[in-house]
Structure formats: structure tokens, C-alpha cells
């Protein structure tokens, strides 16, 4: 099993990114999707998660309005779109497979996902 990210880089506050994350291995449609961010010196962050399930959805308060989560069933990711970035955005995110049972409102829990990426950085400039 694999995750990988990608679609990091360095922005310009308001300025955009598409973080996406490709499995191997597994089927996404199996699986709730989570994404989550670390910044230096700071906890491991819930930002957004998928049920395939059912398509809900959770976002993050710090996430709402500017972020949003989707699925490419055809190319077996996840893609994070990020809006309207802030410098405290800046961070590793991460995306991660846990349980389809898990639900949305529980799923900013790291400690209830089975397979993490290796994480891709995102840097907002102010």
C-alpha cells in the first residue's frame, strides 16, 4: 500500500494549490480519506476528510470556506484544493486511509487511519 502527495510548493498569500493523493495498493473507494497538517513546532492538524461511502465530508473550522475535498474515482485520488492561503497554512500535509466505517465527525483522529503519505509542503509567503 501506498500513498503519495503531491501539488506542494510555495504561494503567495490568497493565491491557490491542489494538493492530490494518489493510492496504490488499495481502493480508495474502500476507504475514508483524510487530510491532515503539521507546521514546525506545532501539533499533527485534521483539516478535511472523505467517506467513500457515502461522499460526506469534514472540514476543519481553520479549512471552511476555503478548502475543499474531492474524489477522482477514475484515477483512484483524493485531491485537497487549497483556497485563499494564509502564511499559517504553511504546513506538511499529509493524506491518510482509514476505515470506511470511521465517520466524518470523528475522522480529524490520526490514530483511527491505517496508511499515511509521506506528506507534501505547502509554504504561503505573506
Known amino acids: 500500500v501506498q500513498l503519495v502527495e503531491s501539488g506542494g510548493g510555495l504561494v503567495q498569500a490568497g493565491g491557490s494549490l491542489r494538493l492530490s493523493c494518489a493510492a496504490s495498493?488499495?481502493?480508495?473507494?474502500?476507504?475514508?480519506i483524510g487530510w491532515f497538517r503539521q507546521a514546525p513546532g506545532k501539533e499533527r492538524e485534521g483539516v478535511s476528510c472523505?467517506?467513500?461511502?457515502?461522499?460526506?465530508?469534514y472540514y476543519a473550522d481553520s479549512a471552511k470556506g476555503r478548502f475543499s475535498i474531492s474524489r477522482d474515482n477514475a484515477k483512484n485520488t483524493v485531491d485537497l484544493h487549497l483556497n485563499s492561503l494564509k502564511p499559517e497554512d504553511t504546513a506538511v500535509y499529509y493524506c491518510?486511509?482509514?476505515?470506511?466505517?470511521?465517520?466524518?465527525?470523528?475522522?480529524?483522529?490520526?490514530?483511527?487511519?491505517?496508511?499515511w503519505g509521506q506528506g507534501t509542503q505547502v509554504t504561503v509567503s505573506s
Open positions: 495498493g488499495l481502493n480508495l473507494d474502500d476507504y475514508l
Open positions: 472523505i467517506n467513500s461511502s457515502d461522499g460526506s465530508t
Open positions: 491518510a486511509v482509514a476505515p470506511i466505517w470511521i465517520v466524518v465527525g470523528i475522522c480529524d483522529s490520526g490514530a483511527l487511519y491505517d496508511y
